[in-house]
């Protein structure tokens, strides 16, 4: 990871922003003990209107 707060993929984990491959079982305080999980439709759209606003902006958002 090369930015400190790293966009999740569009299709990474509901709960816990990991991709499919390499989840496994994951915890996190508001899911517990969970298997990937799709995320919702909102997450995705969120997610990639995030790495495209990265992308666009090359310098930090002040
Ligand atoms: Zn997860």
């Known amino acids: 990871v090369t930015s400190p707060r790293a966009i ?3 299709s990474a984990c509901r709960h816990c922003d ?8 994951q915890w996190t305080q ?3 003990l969970h298997p990937w999980t799709a995320p919702t439709d909102q997450q995705i759209l969120a ?4 790495r495209r606003a990265a992308r666009t902006t090359p310098t930090a958002i002040t």
């Open 18 to 25: 990991l991709p499919c491959h390499g989840h496994a079982r």
């Open 30 to 32: 508001a899911a517990g």
């Open 8 to 10: 999740a993929e569009p």
């Open 47 to 50: 997610r990639m209107q995030a």
